[in-house]
């Protein structure tokens, strides 16, 4: 559109505003596909070290009544790793076990070998910090290490009921923003733009209207120097694009993204990027689909609306 200084100014089309939201889409896409690239092995080789913590309380517990029955602690191993067979903490206590008897380390050495340790291949923190205090729980005496294995399991048993009671009290908060990222935002947004499209097209063919003499005559409309007077206010050449306008939503809406996803994962999880990374791309992937989804349809629905009723005024 040109205005009365010869500027071109736009486009304010439709047509340029839904092209725009490839801008929008293209920008959404690059985090989505970088993120679940960076995250997706290591999130599922951590998945497995994860299930081998769950269960790890109930191996501790297990080996600390081997070891207060008197048997010595490479023995116990030994027994614990008969006893795990079919579940997630096999392995460790398997490969522990054949350190000891196959190659003969010492326990400290079977738990901590750079290259042959079990801790090596199961990285958590929580497993390398109660081997350790077994380790050095047991040159005080079978029973010392004991009861040190079976207080950690308590402890780490008692933790996991806190964290479930903290997440059936936050359920709720968790609920309301996780459907505002997903749901009401995008859902909004896309009806924003719509509206914004449809009232940027009538008042254009408004302005094209009375320019072009619509709406004078006989069969002109009554009062059309006011109506084109409240156009006038509306200068449609000195508006934002509507486009522009899109594509400020949709970095709007892939920031509400990031900041929520962040808090959430915060509450539910602690401090973990691996995590914040991943689930951002996942958010990420159900708003930004369906604000395209919804945007699209209501910029071709109120368009349409507004098309039929300008009709009616030609």
């Given amino acids: 559109m040109t205005d009365s200084a010869g500027v071109v ?119 390398a910090t109660s081997m350790r205090i077994l380790i050095e729980s047991s040159k005080k005496g079978l029973k010392v290490a004991a009861r040190s294995l079976m207080a950690i399991s308590d402890y780490v048993k008692n933790i996991k009921k806190i964290n479930d009671r903290l997440n059936d009290l936050l359920a709720d908060i968790i609920s309301d923003m996780k459907s505002n990222m997903t749901f009401l935002a995008p859902l909004l947004s896309g009806i924003i733009i719509g509206l914004a499209g449809m009232i940027t097209t009538i008042l254009g063919s408004l302005s094209v209207m009375f320019k072009g003499g619509a709406g004078s005559g006989a069969d002109g409309i009554v009062g059309a120097g006011g109506v084109q007077g409240i156009i006038s206010i509306f200068d449609i050449t000195t508006m934002i694009p509507t486009y522009w306008l899109q594509i400020v939503v949709g970095i709007y809406l892939i920031q509400i993204v990031f900041i929520l996803t962040s808090t959430l994962v915060t509450i539910k999880a602690g401090r973990d990027p691996l995590m914040t990374t991943s689930q951002i791309g996942k958010n990420l992937k159900v708003s930004i689909i369906l604000y395209s989804i919804v945007a699209f349809g209501a910029v071709v629905a109120l368009t349409v609306i507004g098309a039929v009723a300008l009709s009616g005024l030609t």
């Avoid at 790793?81 to 490969?95: C, H, L, M, P, W």
């Fill in 9 to 127: 100014t736009g486009p304010f089309g439709s047509l340029a505003l839904l092209m725009s939201l490839f801008v929008t889409l293209s920008i959404a896409l690059v985090f989505i596909i970088v993120f679940k690239s960076k995250t997706q092995e290591i999130l599922e080789t951590r998945n497995k070290y994860k299930e081998v913590e769950n269960e790890f309380t109930s191996s501790l517990f297990q080996l600390g009544n081997r070891i207060g029955d008197g048997l010595p602690a490479e023995i116990a191993f030994s027994k614990v790793s008969e006893s795990t067979k079919g579940t997630a903490t096999e392995g460790f206590f398997r490969i522990v076990n054949e350190n000891i008897q196959q190659l003969g380390m010492s326990l400290e050495r079977a738990l901590f070998d750079p290259k042959r340790g079990a801790v090596v291949f199961y990285p958590s923190q929580m497993v």
